[in-house]
Every structure is written in structure tokens, then in C-alpha cells.
């Protein structure tokens, strides 16, 4: 009926999306807002309070009228069709913003319970701010890449693990090169200042992991490191050199090689991409040959005569616009 027509239209669309990215700007005041009254309540007006829980009100009727629209019109198939991600997705985004407007409503509850519950409801209040994840699934390009994130998710935990794989080994070679040091050497015991920098960086496993981290990752330069390492043995040093080297040009190309074949293969468009590009150019199709044939018709009587359409089987333009379709302008002569 009239009510599909609506939801599944193009113009419906763009006003959800538009409300989407207006309450994702809101959600943004509204933050700031919750800031602004713990460090500075003296500045926060009671019509600027207002304004925020009446442009809250307005945004949340929208989507719970918007859902309902489209379970008035699905029914039972809203939750099984083929984006029953999404609407999963929105019902409980929108269940979380009534939940977090009815909060707002009741009174403060008696001992820690009131603590315990505000955190809870600013956590509802992040979860919505995911409403604007819906607008991907207008975009195609945004949608590619969002999928080829969700896609390099797996490549990105095997990563960390190699990653830390080499950095554990080579924090065993350095720390056991400092102990050797300190085992054999007395200038730190009379001087423990010297060893300072040494035991902060790498006196631990997980000392020299994280060293090796802040040092491939940009968190600090490899120089202070390895300052701290030259006053042990030269092979110590060398041994820290030839990690930065091996991490830096050798595992982290590799990374990067593997999320950019990863990034190819998740970037091809899915289905619902190329059943949207195809419904585009078929309805662009349809709308050139509309007004081709409005401009045929001579007479304006909105059919086309014998004579006016056999003038139009001669137009070379129909017959080239009609064999990029596919379609023979001789079989419409034949008619």
C-alpha cells in the first residue's frame, strides 16, 4: 500500500539517513553537555537542559515511528528477510534509547544502586550513537569499506600475534644478554645510577616487550633503547639493532602486504551492492526511454500511432540506445 511505497522509496531513505547523521551531531552536544555540567554546572542554563531532552524526545518518536512503519508493513517476515541483520540491529538500538529516555524520568534510586545505574545508562547512551552505522548500507563505497575493515579483523589478530611472537623472542635474547652483563660486571653495584636506564627499559620479559613496541611502533625512538643497551656487550647491541631491522623492514611489510591482498578481496562489490547498481541503471533505462518516447509523441495524446512509432524504429539514437540494452529495433519493426 501507500506505507510500502513510502519506506521503500528512494526519498524515504535519504531523510532516515539525514536523521541518522543529525542524531549522531546531537549525540555529540549531548556529551559535551554531561561534561560541561560536572566541571562547570554554573554555566549550564535550564533552557539549554531543556532544548537537549526536547530535541532528545524528537529524535527517538522519529525512529520508534520509523521502525514501526516498517514492522506495519513486514510484520512476522521484518525479523527473516534478507536484512534481518539491520533490523535486529535497529530494534535494539531503538529499545536502548527508550530504555535510556525512560531512565531519565525516574527518580534517584537509594545507595550505590543510583552509581551502578548511571553507568548504565551513559553505556546506553554510547550504544546509540552506533545508529549511525545504518547510513553504511546507503553508501556502497562506505559499505565496501566498512566490510573490508570487518574482513581484515582476523589478519589483524594473527598480526598482533607474530608481532609479539618476535618481539618475546627478542626480548629473551636481550634481557638474558643483560643479566649476563650485571653477573659479570661490579660497576653498577658501586654505581647503581648506571644500570638505571637499562633495568627500566629491559629488566623484565614484559619490560623489554613493551621497549620493543614503543621503539618498531613510533611510541619512542630506538635510539634512547639502544643508548641504554651500549654500555653492556656489543653483542647485546647488535642484537637489538638487527630486531629493530628484522621488525621494521622485514615483518611489518609483510603485514602490510597481507591487509592490502586481504583489503582486495574484501573491497569486490557484495550482492546487495550489485543488486542496488543494477536497480539504478534499470530504472535510468526506463526513464531515458520514457521521455524518448513522450518526445515521439507528436500529438500528445500519450500513445504512439502506427506512423509515429515507424518514424521512431528509423531514429539511428533508438537504435543504438537500444542495442546497448540488449533489445533488436528490428523486432519492434516486426511488430
Known sequence: ????????????????SLFILLNALFMAMVVDQSITTLTSPESVSLEADRWLFVSETFFLVFFVIELGLRVFVHRLYFFVNREYFWNMFD????TLSVVDAFSQMLPSLPG???????????VLRLVRSLRVVRVIKYAGALRRM??????SLVPLFWSLVLLWAVFYLFSLAIVQGVANYLSTSDEWESNPSLAEPMLSRFGSVSQAMLSFYKATCGGTGWGSFFDALAQTTPTTAFVFLAAVSFI???????????????????AQ????????????????EAQEL??????????????????????LCRDPYLSDMLEVMGLDIKDGALL
Open 1 to 16: 500500500g501507500r506505507v510500502a511505497r513510502l519506506i521503500s522509496g528512494s526519498a524515504w531513505e535519504t531523510l532516515v
Open 269 to 284: 562489490p557484495d550482492h546487495h551492492s550489485l543488486a542496488l547498481e543494477q536497480r539504478r541503471l534499470h530504472m535510468n
Open 248 to 266: 621494521q623492514i622485514a615483518v611489518f611489510n609483510i603485514m602490510t602486504g597481507v591487509f592490502v591482498e586481504n583489503a582486495f578481496k574484501n
Open 112 to 122: 550505590g544502586w543510583n552509581a551502578t545505574f548511571m553507568r548504565c545508562v551513559r
Open 146 to 151: 566498512l566490510l573490508s575493515l570487518i574482513g
Open 91 to 94: 530494534c535494539i538500538i531503538v
Open 290 to 311: 520514457i521521455a524518448f518516447f513522450k518526445s515521439a509523441d507528436k500529438d500528445g495524446g500519450g500513445t504512439l500511432s502506427l506512423k509515429e512509432f515507424s518514424e
